[in-house]
């Protein structure tokens, strides 16, 4: 299998708090995780490629000392919404590739976080 | 290309219906594509993928097509279910430039009438 999970589902925050949330691979180690953003009735934007033992890539727009990530090992990764603010509030949803030998990298992703900034 | 929509494309067949779910992608390098499955308030489910050097590929009720002449992309399911409502989206990438980097379409809602 290849299983993903994210921690927490759900939170809520006051404005000004920053928030961790936690991406595993459980079954894999992961090569790649990477971060995505995704507002009510639109598509998945990627925020952030994250390798472990390295910085992340942040895509174009993207701050990275807002949106902080650590790749710690090969199964996990966090992102922390720092200073969040009510227009931080979306579904934050994490991948990780899993590599088999010959084949093209596919994506796993997580179940999602969804954060509400008060 | 990504998605700046404000909603999306929608689908509503009857169940037992056949399903087909189109896309159009922007990059011509593009050589692997997959469709994902996204239920409400849950993360993407990989569906089945297709690689450029080929224009059809099937799987369990499902089928994808793909048209690098005209950079289309579709998903046939056949028979759809209620269990299939769901906004399905499709992705593209070039391992060579892009690593594993996905870039997503808009998706479309896919409602399943009983």
């Known amino acids: 299998g290849a299983v993903v999970s994210q921690h927490p589902s759900r939170v809520i925050c006051k404005s000004g708090t920053s928030v961790k949330i936690e991406c595993r691979s459980l079954?894999?180690?992961?090569?790649?995780m990477f971060w995505y953003r995704q507002f009510p009735k639109q598509s998945l934007m990627l925020m952030a490629t994250?390798?472990?033992?390295?910085?992340?890539?942040?895509e174009q727009g993207v701050e990275k000392d807002k949106f902080l990530i650590n790749h710690a090992s090969l199964t996990l990764s966090t992102l922390t919404v720092t200073s969040a603010h009510p227009e931080d509030s979306s579904f934050y949803i994490c991948?990780?590739?899993?590599?088999?030998?010959?084949?093209?990298?596919?994506?796993?992703f997580g179940p999602g976080t969804r954060l509400l900034v008060l | 290309g990504e998605s700046v929509g404000l909603h999306l494309p929608t689908l509503s067949v009857q169940e037992g219906d056949n399903s087909i779910i189109n896309c159009a992608y922007s990059?011509?390098?593009?050589?692997?594509f997959i469709w994902y499955k996204q239920e409400s308030g849950k993360g993407p489910q990989f569906i089945i993928d297709?690689?450029?050097?080929?224009d059809k590929r099937q799987g369990q009720r499902v089928t994808v097509l793909l048209n690098k002449t005209v950079k289309h992309l579709s998903l046939q399911i056949a028979a759809t279910q209620p269990g299939d409502s769901a906004v399905y989206f499709c992705?593209?990438?070039?391992?060579?430039?892009?690593?594993?980097?996905?870039?997503f379409g808009e998706g479309t809602q896919l409602t399943v009438n009983p």
């Open positions: 994250s390798n472990e033992g390295s910085k992340a890539t942040y």
């Open positions: 079954d894999f180690q992961a090569t790649t």
């Open positions: 991948s990780a590739t899993k590599y088999s030998t010959g084949t093209q990298e596919t994506q796993y």
């Open positions: 992705a593209e990438n070039n391992e060579e430039t892009s690593g594993s980097r996905l870039t």
């Open positions: 990059n011509s390098a593009s050589d692997y």
């Open positions: 297709i690689r450029s050097n080929m």
